[in-house]
């Protein structure tokens, strides 16, 4: 590929709330890191505090959508904060995939507070030589 061009095969990702929303709005947006391997595409979510029955995961068309709710125990009159820079609440993360994945055959494992996605290549369809006819003026 010649010049930028590798950077249009790279995914987008797009969250929600927007990044000004940290925190403030009920919304907050986990850290996220996505890289490629010799197999596909690995998205990793930090989630530290969550369970994983508080995470939904799903897939549509070249999108997989993460949402969550991470509990905060301690929002109480009880408690009054000092320093607060941890985010609780709902969440929601969209990555959207450029061509060449297959999200469908995505697998999700959750460890250690991090949510792992690995999505596969698309398999490449076997091309067989096709005869095209030429017509006459």
């Given at each position: 590929m010649?010049?930028?061009?590798?950077?249009?095969?790279?995914?987008?990702?797009?969250?929600?709330?927007?990044?000004?929303?940290?925190?403030?709005?009920?919304?907050?947006?986990?850290?996220?890191?996505?890289?490629?391997?010799?197999?596909?595409?690995?998205?990793?979510?930090?989630?530290?505090?969550?369970?994983?029955?508080?995470?939904?995961?799903?897939?549509?068309?070249?999108?997989?959508?993460?949402?969550?709710?991470?509990?905060?125990?301690?929002?109480?009159?009880q408690c009054r904060f000092v320093v607060m820079e941890i985010n609780y609440g709902p969440f929601e993360s969209v990555i959207e995939l450029p061509e060449g994945y297959d999200p469908a055959h995505s697998r999700a494992t959750y460890q250690n507070g991090f949510l792992q996605i690995d999505v596969p290549f698309a398999p490449r369809e076997e091309r067989t030589p096709v005869s095209v006819p030429i017509s006459a003026d």
């Open positions: 010649a010049g930028n061009d590798i950077f249009a095969t790279l995914p987008m990702v797009r969250r929600s709330p927007s990044s000004g929303d940290r925190g403030r709005s009920g919304g907050w947006i986990p850290n996220t890191d996505v890289y490629l391997t010799d197999q596909g595409l690995v998205i990793k979510v930090e989630l530290a505090g969550m369970r994983r029955e508080d995470l939904d995961l799903t897939v549509e068309a070249n999108q997989i959508r993460i949402n969550g709710h991470r509990r905060d125990g301690c929002r109480t009159s």
